[in-house]
């Protein structure tokens, strides 16, 4: 009886073989340490560094061209000028409303900013060096179990990931997010190794910080580990719940010092913490961010077709395989399914801390509970969080697929799997590649002919001593399964995709079907357009295009809405080059914000849009104020701060529903002088609430509206004047921008 890992006999001169972990006969103790590791075959690190180069020219080329999100930009920009925002996560600088998130990500890209000056690539940078890291900490981790072979194949597909290439050209925190997890989850299966604590502790470091990127997700993988370390470890079993109890420690302070320390600094003191209900950081873990995504509520729509069904189709067990995620994830997600089962199968009895049966069962724990969690999701479901899925996909196949190929071989039952699994993989791929009528019609032709000749060569050459004439034709398989992904990856940065790639929802490859807004490059339910009925980053697409001359975020990005109603309600907002080092940038773009029936509630206060004229007004006439002007939405602020460099207040979130702004708060900043110009874009503000419509009321009532004769050198109302939301209250206001803008005093409060 073979080996359950390596059923193939090789010659012990074999270069790319690991180390049997389960044998006919009871091995001795040392014998999981005694065997020196192989020496590393010729072509190894040539592989390895050639698919680093090719991922680094993905994540890269052409970056400064790439919009990238402006909510992210803003409070990037925010906390270079101020340390209290830095470590907020404040959208301004003024530290009045931090962003929907926990701040580790824009730590990191916030300091590198301040090293190196604000602008597209300064800020990417760590971005990039993170997702290149991810890919270097998979290939040493699968080649730890299975091989060089297997670790390559790994690293190529996690680097040819469509949606993983799309996110890891925007400054979004899923690149961070799964740079950590994946950290966390290599240090586990160290830790299961070796049986050592401290890789643990290690590992339960990375999954806190990764709740500091993003919360809840950074958890989705946790029980996986638990379930591998408790069950295959090296340690007795007491030694092992020791273990994992120092190691939860660890987690909760790695995962709460941040909330910690915002609940220790006074309400009137800290920023109100976005996309929250009561301006407090635990009411974030547990709501917006919390099972609000899974279940829908807490400002995350409701239900499949709601908040999340707007981006990726509606929630269900086969979504990831639907018209917008299928070309973003799904390529290979067949494979990895039948390498994982086949794999555990294969390896039999082995013992309990057999580390090829842990292995699999961590990278398929993390598939499974990354699929189940993303494709049943009722709340907000962008298409970019599917990257995380993309560490587990690439392991499966790798080490998965190694296993099938040496079974094949070795086997006679087991001669159909491998051919099997290739051929379903060329099939859905072909699918795919047919759903995007006319993009590259031939290559899909290509995938099902080289896959036939690859499927052919492999029961032709699976005897004998013909193994160069085999690998040729697993090479051939290979390239025929990434080929698509290939396609859709290299659209990204090369644009030959439809529209431009959106920071606000980047997605890969063109446009397919029509069941989300986040399936394709652009065009109708593109990158371009998002619903206004909440959720995260809902509304216009708000993102920060970087210029040429220098690659800074907050260019002129479009800003086309996708519904009626938010078309009708699109705001001009000026978004021209971004501040550097200080430099008030001009320009406009257009951006718009929620609010009428874009939110889809009664009424709407301005949608964030100033002409350049206007901002140099409002510079002009500050007088002293923290804060340049006040808009509703966070979109609409954060292109005003990349545009005028100053604070600018968002009074009511992302989302339009943040409690941030009171009638009682706004006359404090208004008296106190920090605050003097509102911008009003109907009769309503937000999501229609009474506190909404108090501070309406009042600034209408007590403001003195700003004239565009005050500020413009032409009198007919263009484009760069400020569109405003439908609103269902009555109002004396116009719809232009002489209305629109409000100067309060001192005086103002009675």
């Not at 270079?80 to 998130?101: E, M, P, R, Y």
């Not at 009895?349 to 990278?363: E, N």
């Not at 940065?493 to 029509?514: C, K, L, R």
Request: proline share 6%.
């Amino acid at each position: 009886m073979t080996s359950a890992t390596d059923p193939l006999p090789h010659p012990p001169a074999s270069t790319d073989r690991p180390r049997p972990t389960a044998t006919p006969t009871p091995a001795p103790p040392s014998t999981p340490t005694a065997p020196p590791p192989d020496k590393a075959p010729r072509w190894s690190l040539p592989a390895f560094l050639a698919i680093l180069v090719l991922a680094a020219v993905l994540y890269g080329w052409n970056l400064s061209g790439s919009g990238l999100n402006s909510f992210y930009s803003a409070a990037v920009l925010s906390g270079t000028q101020s340390w209290k925002a830095w470590f907020f996560g404040s959208l301004d600088a003024g530290n009045f409303l931090t962003v929907d998130k926990p701040p580790f990500a824009l730590m990191v890209m916030g300091l590198s900013c301040r090293v190196f000056g604000f602008g597209t690539w300064q800020m990417m940078l760590p971005l990039i060096l993170t997702a290149l890291g991810t890919i270097w900490i998979l290939h040493s981790s699968v080649k730890r179990v299975w091989g060089h072979g297997a670790a390559a194949v790994a690293a190529l597909v996690l680097a040819l990931t469509p949606i993983t290439v799309a996110i890891n050209r925007d400054n979004n925190p899923d690149t961070l997010l799964v740079f950590l997890m994946v950290g966390g989850a290599a240090l586990a299966l160290r830790a299961v190794h070796n049986g050592r604590l401290l890789p643990l502790l290690g590992s339960a470091a990375c999954f806190g910080l990764a709740f500091n990127t993003k919360m809840l997700q950074g958890y989705i993988a946790l029980p996986a580990v638990f379930v591998v370390y408790l069950y295959a470890a090296k340690p007795r079993l007491v030694k092992r719940l020791v273990n994992l109890a120092a190691a939860a420690v660890v987690l909760a302070v790695s995962s709460f010092w941040w909330a910690a320390a915002v609940s220790l600094v006074p309400a009137d003191e800290r920023p109100y913490i976005g996309g929250s209900t009561d301006g407090t950081a635990w009411n974030l873990i547990t709501g917006y961010n919390g099972l609000g995504r899974v279940l829908g509520g807490e400002g995350n729509g409701g239900g499949g077709g709601g908040g999340g069904g707007g981006f990726s189709g509606t929630a269900g067990i086969g979504r990831m395989f639907n018209d917008t995620l299928g070309g973003q994830i799904s390529w290979l997600i067949p494979f990895a399914a039948v390498a994982l089962v086949g794999g555990l199968v294969l390896c039999g009895r082995a013992p309990r801390t057999d580390l090829t049966r842990a292995a699999l069962v961590m990278w398929g724990g993390w598939t499974a509970l990354h699929y189940l969690t993303f494709a049943m999701a009722e709340g907000t479901m962008h298409p970019y969080y599917t990257t995380a899925l993309a560490p587990g996909i690439a392991a499966l196949c790798g080490g998965g697929g190694l296993m099938l190929l040496r079974a094949f071989r070795a086997d006679r039952r087991w001669v159909w799997v491998l051919p099997l699994a290739l051929a379903v993989t060329a099939g859905w791929a072909i699918v795919l590649l047919r759903r995007a009528s006319g993009w590259n019609p031939w290559l899909w032709p290509a995938v099902g002919v080289v896959m036939a000749l690859a499927i052919t060569g492999l029961f032709v050459f699976r005897s004998g001593n013909r193994a160069r004439l085999l690998a040729a034709s697993v090479a051939a398989a290979v390239v025929a399964s990434v080929a698509g992904p290939a396609a859709y990856a290299w659209s990204v940065p090369s644009g030959s995709a439809a529209g431009a790639m959106s920071g606000t929802n980047p997605t890969a490859g063109p446009t397919t079907g029509s069941g989300g807004f986040g399936g394709g490059a652009g065009g109708g339910g593109g990158r371009g357009g998002f619903p206004g009925t909440g959720g995260e980053q809902a509304g216009q697409d708000a993102q920060a295009g970087g210029q040429a001359d220098g690659g800074r975020p907050g260019g002129t990005p479009p800003g086309a809405a996708t519904d009626d109603a938010a078309t009708d309600d699109a705001a001009t907002a000026p978004g021209g080059t971004a501040p550097e080092s200080g430099t008030a940038p001009g320009g406009t773009a257009t951006g718009g914000g929620p609010g009428g029936a874009a939110m889809g509630g009664g009424g709407g206060m301005g949608g964030g849009g100033a002409s350049t004229e206007l901002l140099s007004y409002l510079k002009k006439n500050q007088d002293g104020a923290k804060w340049l002007l006040a808009v509703s939405s966070s979109q609409s602020a954060a292109q005003l701060i990349l545009s005028s460099g100053e604070p600018v207040i968002s009074m009511w979130g992302w989302s339009g529903s943040d409690n941030a702004m009171t009638l009682a708060r706004l006359k404090e900043l208004v008296k106190n002088g920090e605050l003097h110009y509102i911008q009003l874009g109907g009769g309503g503000m937000g999501g229609g609430s009474t506190a909404t419509s108090e501070v309406t009321e009042w600034v209408q009532k007590n403001g003195t509206a700003v004239k565009e004769s005050d500020y413009s050198t032409s009198s007919s109302t263009t484009s760069d004047s400020t569109s405003t939301s439908t609103s269902t209250s009555a109002s004396t206001s116009t719809s232009t921008s002489e209305s629109t803008v409000y100067r309060l005093d001192a005086s103002d409060v009675t």
